[in-house]
């Protein structure tokens, strides 16, 4: 009677570790898939199916190209999208547990933009490395990111800003302001 117990025992260990492999390589092959599919309007319903199987948060109509990358430690569940956005081919996206990105409805994302919300401290302390910090990023409704910008944890940038081509966003920014630079600052105000 224990052999059979234990035997029972281990086979639902077995199964839950399946379960939990499983759990995390299901969003992987959805990502595959969106990731291998043409960016042709005719195929951006698909796109979008597999992007919501992976556990990613759109809300309604948006136009995103293959390929992007999450991060191996992301949580797709943690990565919100507004409605009417476009996403151009090769962003990046890193959002593990306990940190969101969340980009507002109307916006506008080049190709090649990375979202972090992990970072390392600058010191270095032995054996505990340099550890990590973590922080939210939120991109609010209207704003348009030009290519190759890098979005790091803890920024916000408001509603209507444009960054500008390679730049590194660390902070929040108001609404309405061309930013732009690494660190990233204003250059100008930005008139309706």
């Known amino acids: 009677m224990v052999n059979s117990n234990e035997n029972i025992r281990q086979k639902k260990n077995?199964?839950?570790k399946d379960l939990s492999i499983l759990e995390y390589?299901?969003?992987?092959?959805?990502l595959l898939l969106f990731n291998k599919t043409p960016n042709h309007a005719y195929f951006n319903r698909w796109r979008l199916y597999f992007l919501k199987k992976t556990g990613m948060k759109l809300a309604g109509k948006n136009i995103i190209f293959s390929p992007i990358y999450i991060s191996p430690k992301t949580i797709p569940e943690n990565i919100e999208i507004g409605v009417n956005t476009f996403i151009n081919s090769g962003c990046r996206?890193?959002?593990?547990?306990g940190t969101k990105i969340k980009i507002g409805k109307n916006s506008l994302i080049g190709p090649n933009v990375c979202f972090e919300t992990v970072n390392h401290f600058l010191p270095y302390r032995g054996v505990l490395a340099r550890g990590a910090q973590l922080g939210d990023i939120i991109i609010?409704?209207?704003v348009w990111?030009?290519?190759?910008s890098l979005i790091?944890?803890?920024?916000?940038?408001?509603?209507?800003?444009?960054?500008a081509a390679q730049s590194t966003v660390n902070s929040t920014f108001d609404a309405?302001?061309?930013?732009?630079?690494?660190?990233?600052?204003?250059?100008?105000?930005?008139k309706n």
């Open 14 to 16: 077995i199964l839950n």
């Open 25 to 30: 390589f299901k969003p992987r092959l959805y």
């Open 93 to 97: 996206f890193s959002a593990p547990k």
């Open 140 to 142: 609010e409704e209207g």
């Open 145 to 148: 990111i030009c290519m190759n």
């Open 152 to 163: 790091l944890q803890n920024s916000i940038v408001r509603k209507g800003c444009v960054i």
């Open 176 to 190: 309405s302001q061309l930013i732009g630079g690494t660190p990233a600052k204003i250059i100008k105000d930005i």
